[in-house]
């Protein structure tokens, strides 16, 4: 454990933090394990930009939600956010160990959990789902781009293109849910690290078909992507069909932003194969 003096002192003083160990830094923020001086532990968040990066309207949904299902926030200055603290692990970790199918279930129950009562996103300026999907619907393939990829691209963007112009069950989501933003600790499993959008209720599970990571010839096996199909629609009140076309979407649409341009080549150039062959289509 380091010394809270590893810490901007401001921040220190603060947040009252008596002592701060480093838990990674990423691409948009810092994040501490920190020891209160009042006692008990904490994570404190601390945004590289003013504007939070992405996740700024997730930090309101999650505030909104009051400790329902997702970690509790504590206070916030600026860049920085002090949060309750999971000590782990987490379901990115039971499937990296082989328990897979245990993961599918505690993930299940913490979108179950997010999406009880009613709309945490109401009165919330949330993004609008459609606004995310603008890079899949303007998708350019380059030439090296592999014909039977660049056909899944088109369908992953006209299944996009129907799912947005009739969509079911709106409300405020997550965002972002998936094994590696949920993790164990007093309270049960919890989400963090939302990004707050608003659009189909669905939606919400799309993205944990692609993960987590580390685990790449796993989560591109068709047995699991139909077991989690079955697990989800099911558990989750969604059509199966309609439930691998948001995960079909949802691929093809990270494709694109890893390409910040003409799609050439991608890790889940398969992946989205399989997804789109699971739904039938």
């Not at 997702?70 to 692990?89: I, K, Y």
Request: proline share 4%; hydrophobic share 50%; with cysteine.
């Amino acid at each position: 454990m380091s010394s809270a003096g590893e810490l901007p002192e401001a921040l220190a003083r603060r947040f009252g933090i008596a002592a701060a160990g480093l838990v990674e830094r990423t691409a948009i923020a810092v994040v501490w394990r920190v020891e209160l001086a009042g006692g008990g532990v904490a994570g404190l968040k601390v945004f590289h930009e003013e504007g939070l990066a992405n996740e700024g309207p997730g930090l309101a949904w999650m505030r909104a939600r009051d400790g329902a299902g997702v970690v509790r926030l504590l206070d916030q200055q600026g860049r920085a956010v002090l949060m309750e603290w999971q000590e782990g692990p987490s379901l990115g970790d039971l499937v990296r160990r082989g328990e897979d199918a245990r993961a599918a279930r505690e993930l299940l129950s913490v979108a179950q959990r997010l999406h009880q009562g009613a709309d945490t996103g109401a009165g919330l300026s949330l993004p609008p789902l459609d606004a995310w999907f603008g890079a899949l619907r303007d998708v350019t393939l380059a030439a090296a781009c592999p014909p039977e990829a660049a056909r899944d691209m088109l369908a992953a963007r006209d299944i996009a293109e129907r799912l947005l112009a009739a969509p079911r069950e709106v409300r405020g989501l997550h965002g972002d849910l998936h094994h590696d933003n949920i993790r164990d600790g007093a309270r049960g499993w919890l989400a963090f690290d939302a990004k707050g959008v608003r659009g189909e209720r669905a939606y919400e599970l799309a993205n944990a078909f692609r993960n987590p990571k580390g685990a790449a010839a796993l989560v591109a096996d068709p047995a699991r992507i139909a077991a989690l199909a079955d697990l989800w629609s099911e558990g989750f009140g969604v059509e199966r069909t309609r439930l691998l076309d948001w995960a079909a979407a949802k691929c093809a649409l990270s494709i694109c932003w890893r390409a910040k341009g003409p799609v050439g080549a991608d890790a889940e150039f398969g992946l989205l194969a399989r997804l789109i062959a699971a739904r039938g289509g």
